[in-house]
């Protein structure tokens, strides 16, 4: 079997670029792995920080089309926020996830600091599964600690005798990278950030050049100029002249006085490469680089099988599995025509798209629902078939069928939405025995009855629901049962 669903996913374009059968992230990945409930407390609900955190199981085929896009949007947020994952499979990490509310795979909730040390507030982030989408929705959460000053309140920021920092920029947004660095420091020293066109302070400053950021170390000490490159190593050490940056993670509690940061658990943060010059964002965050567009600059490389459809790669296959008189209810994945100048094109995306999510649906009813294939479209029966149900013959697209020979009836997937919602959507309602059934043609199954039941009535009406057991409709004891 495992052997199959390789074949087929190989067939099928590949789908997976990585997987084994634990964690998607390997060591070495950008995405900060959470091990545990304690690590997510630790690194994640007790920092200053926001982050990004992916629940994902190792077998669901949209969280391993999101890792390219999760990974790059983790080196993109380097230093300014956590993007991390966690493992909802293992069975250590199930209640935890249940906790989290998390109902399907992949799900992604951004967690920013509240009020409180460790009670952040978690919200669910649904937009665009892309680099871009992923980074500008952190950002967007990312708090903000430093204050925004003019000539007018400048002298109100410099009251007190505390560490100060204040940079002075030609720009207005404030710096995604001062406001890490205010992370850092919050608590100690208060982060400013102020326009060239403020004379007064741009004199009393003497700044002659922007950016330029200014350290005013409190207790009377005469203000610093920092003359480095405008990079987050350099101005951190600046900065730790007057003041030690808040660790994070938290040290452990610990009776021996240890030295405080973990190595191991350092979250992963080539935080030196952030610039200010990246200004607000340092990610190419106008490139509109879809999820799509990194699976395909991917090699292939399969290795995984649970999630992927059963290929019947010729006719004798598919006749036998559905197309015999007798034969239960059967989804056919009809796999589109590959280019005949390029016969070892990748799937398109549409149709990687509606394996992913048939995978899915398969695995999260394994065992309670009827089979499901993948069709090449080479097969001959699978020809006739789409022929047969009039889909267009170029076979220019994915289609997904439902037939029943047995009892001579079919669906076909409407729209263009193949997604897992729309495709669970559609395979319960069949499962419930609604929505219009339509008629085999004659001749497409060999030793059909002629008509089925009784031909004057449409064959909506085969409802017979029962709770629980009733998993298809039309199927008397073939492969369907619990
Ligand atoms: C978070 O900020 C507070 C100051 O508000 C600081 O005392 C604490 O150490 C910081 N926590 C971490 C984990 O950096």
Redesign the pocket.
């Known amino acids: 079997m495992v052997n199959t669903a390789i074949v087929t996913a190989l067939a099928a374009g590949a789908l997976l670029s990585t997987p084994v059968s634990g964690a998607i992230y390997l060591k070495s990945s950008p995405v900060l792995q959470l091990e545990n409930a304690k690590a997510y407390d630790r690194l994640i609900a007790?920092?200053?920080?926001t982050s990004i955190v992916e629940f994902y199981a190792p077998w669901c085929g949209h969280c391993q089309n999101l890792k390219p896009a999760y990974e790059k949007a983790a080196k993109n947020l380097a230093g300014l926020a956590k993007v991390a994952a966690m493992n909802c499979d293992e069975e250590a990490n199930k209640p935890f996830c249940g906790q989290m509310g998390v109902q399907g795979f992949p799900t992604l909730k951004i967690v920013r600091?509240g009020k409180k040390?460790g009670r952040p507030t978690v919200e669910d982030y649904q937009g665009p599964r892309s680099a871009k989408g992923i980074v500008d929705a952190v950002v967007d959460k990312i708090p903000n600690h430093v204050q925004r000053i003019t000539d007018k309140n400048l002298d109100g920021f410099l009251e007190g005798d505390h560490p100060k920092a204040i940079l002075f920029s030609d720009k207005g947004p404030i710096s995604a990278l001062l406001r890490s660095l205010a992370?850092?420091y919050?608590?100690?020293v208060s982060f400013a950030q102020i326009r060239n066109s403020q004379e007064k302070a741009v004199k009393q400053f003497n700044v002659e050049n922007f950016p330029t950021l200014v350290l005013l170390p409190g207790d009377g000490k005469e203000p610093a100029v920092y003359d480095g490159a405008m990079k987050k190593e350099g101005m951190a050490k600046f900065l730790a002249q007057v003041a030690e940056?808040?660790?994070?993670?938290?040290p452990k509690p610990s009776k021996k006085d240890k030295k405080p940061q973990d190595k191991k658990e350092k979250p992963k943060e080539s935080a030196s490469s952030i610039t200010l010059e990246d200004e607000a964002i340092p990610t190419e965050a106008t490139d509109p680089e879809t999820l799509e567009d990194v699976n395909k600059q991917k090699p292939v490389k399969v290795d995984s099988g649970p999630p992927m459809l059963e290929m019947l790669e010729h006719a004798p296959a598919l006749e036998e599995k559905c197309m015999l008189h007798n034969s239960g209810s059967c989804l056919l994945a009809l796999l589109p025509q590959k280019p005949l100048d390029n016969p070892d094109a990748v799937l398109d995306e549409q149709s990687r798209t509606a394996l992913a999510s048939l995978g899915e649906v398969q695995h999260k009813h394994t065992g309670r629902i009827f089979p499901f294939y993948a069709v090449p479209a080479i097969n001959t029966a699978g020809i006739r078939l789409r022929g047969g149900v009039g889909l267009d013959k170029d076979e220019k697209r994915i289609e997904i069928v439902v037939i029943n020979a047995k009892r001579n009836w079919y669906r076909h997937f409407p729209g263009d939405d193949f997604g897992t919602i729309a495709i669970e959507e559609w395979i319960d309602q069949i499962r419930m025995g609604e929505g219009k059934k339509e008629r085999l043609p004659t001749g497409l199954i060999p030793d059909a009855p002629e008509e089925m039941t009784s031909p004057e009535e449409p064959v909506v009406e085969e409802t017979i629901v029962e709770e629980e057991t009733v998993i298809d409709v039309g199927n008397e004891g073939t492969h369907d049962e619990l």
Do not use: F, V
């Not at 940056?245 to 938290?250: C, F, L, S, T, W």
């Open positions: 007790q920092s200053n920080y600091p040390a992370i850092d919050l608590g100690t940056p808040n660790p994070d993670p938290a």
